[in-house]
């Protein structure tokens, strides 16, 4: 069986350390190796898992286009990596930003509200949700936090509301930490699901639930490297109660069509 893990971060040298303890600290799990793309491929390759998506996160609007050139520049050494940017309300020049992503190689945005500390459906965003459902290009959203509504499911469904054309993808089956109160908000959804950091909260049965809920079509498999061990989670994965051909579609099909790989 072939795998995308279409949730994993990565960071430069100089802050891989600091940057996955952080990382630990926010979900209150401790991260399995540091964050590297080299560390990336070796224990994700070693898992199993053939691409990656790598999801970037800027916690201030000065550092959105720096990320992004990073993000590229890993991207272009090892062609395992499928590159998303990343964006921020604060940013003056969001549009512009948009336009270099949509020339450069970068395949969607990931927009993390509650490390960033604006709301996913903050107003300074909504032209730029304008513009990214023009030109096709999707968002994942973290998305779920018991601390704080920033992220969580009525937010989302608000958003999805307002702008039934921006390609979603909802982290954590929609709702880390408020996993039953995306499942009844978000089941009808014309959105997708990532099955990041949930497995080991929720449980195989109750995981299985929730693709059946969504619908396997619906589900990407990611891992939220370097916070999971990919092949744990695998392992998990392989043993949920659900069909093969879903397991099929969860671990490479959903994902290669929604890339276009």
Known sequence: MKFIDFHTHIYPEKIVLHATEYLSDTFGKDAEWPGSSENLLIFGMAAGISK??????????????????FILGEAAKYDQLIPFGTLHAAQDNL???????????????????????FALDDT?????????SELGIPVLFHCGDLNSDLSNPPRL??????????????AHFGGWQVFDQAYELLRKENIHFDMSSSMYIMGLEKTAKFIRHYGAEKIFFGTD???????????????LDIPYADKEKIAWQNAADFLGI
């Open 52 to 69: 990656f998506v790598t999801l970037p996160v800027a916690m201030k609007a000065t550092q959105v286009h720096k990320i992004n050139e």
């Open 225 to 239: 490297f370097p916070l999971c061990d990919q092949s744990v989670e695998i392992e998990k994965f392989l043993k």
């Open 157 to 170: 469904k608000k958003l999805i509301n307002m702008f039934p054309k921006l390609r979603i993808v909802a």
């Open 95 to 117: 549009i512009e930003e948009i336009n270099f992503i949509k020339e450069s190689s970068i395949q969607g945005i990931k927009i993390h509200p509650n490390q960033q500390g």
């Open 124 to 132: 300074r965003m909504f032209d730029a949700y304008t513009y990214l």
